[in-house]
T-cell receptor, first 114, second 116 residues
């Protein structure tokens, strides 16, 4: 089975500051890794995903994440946040191969203020 | 094009009642997933359909929960004898092919179920 840990339930940050949202996973098999964002009253939207290849993955809205296999981490970063980035962010994993279900972390609330 | 839609957006029911939640996936998507998101938690997998058949129902919590997808498009999640602990947001997602997880899952806005 896989599990995902998002240690920070809330991250407050000022606009234009950099931010890192942490994600660690546990799995006995190879995994794919995902970050989803959930804006208020909207569905989950994929930010980026790591399937294979380069460990640095670039996504939408200026976000990027780096897969670190030795530390079993997949932290999300943005060099300069905007008010509109205020949302809930979820890290998720799925095992490679035929299984399709996503296992999510508990989420990190990013609160951007002026 | 149209995304995943779910109806109703909100459902309030009384303990012991039966409810049905509907999901309309993106047109042409063969894979459909149901997740449940309790307050303060991430979504938890319930069931996955490939076409009309349930390929993985390992996340259904008990036999009060059942889902169908008779024509391979619209799906209905059915909950019998609802309990207060069933209160959550029920999310539906679809993807083009499914079994190859390289496909992105596209989520609907969810149905908020409240059991009084």
């Amino acid at each position: 089975a896989q599990s995902v840990t998002q240690l920070d339930s809330q991250v407050p940050v000022f606009e234009e500051a950099p931010v890192e949202l942490r994600c660690n996973y546990s799995s006995s098999v190879s995994v794919y890794l995902f970050w989803y964002v959930q804006y208020p009253n909207q569905g989950l939207q994929l930010l980026l995903k790591y399937l294979s290849g380069s460990t640095l993955v670039k996504g939408i809205n200026g976000f990027e994440a780096e897969f670190n296999k030795s530390q079993t981490s997949f932290h999300l970063r943005k060099p300069s946040v905007h008010i509109s980035d205020t949302a809930e962010y979820f890290c998720a994993v799925s095992r490679t191969g035929t299984a399709s279900k996503l296992t999510f972390g508990t989420g990190t609330r990013l609160q951007v203020t002026l | 094009g149209a995304g995943v839609s779910q109806t109703p957006s909100n459902k309030v029911t009384e303990k012991g009642k039966y409810v049905e939640l509907r999901c309309d996936p993106i047109s042409g998507h063969t894979a459909l997933y149901w997740y449940r998101q309790s307050l303060g938690q991430g979504p938890e997998f319930l069931i996955y359909f490939q076409g009309t058949g349930a390929a993985d129902d390992s996340g259904l919590p008990n036999d009060r929960f059942f889902a169908v997808r008779p024509e391979g498009s619209v799906s209905t999640l059915k909950i019998q004898r609802t309990e207060r602990g069933d209160s959550a947001v029920y999310l539906c997602a679809s993807s083009p092919r499914g079994a190859a997880q390289r496909d992105t899952q596209y989520f609907g806005p969810g149905t908020r179920l409240t059991v009084l």
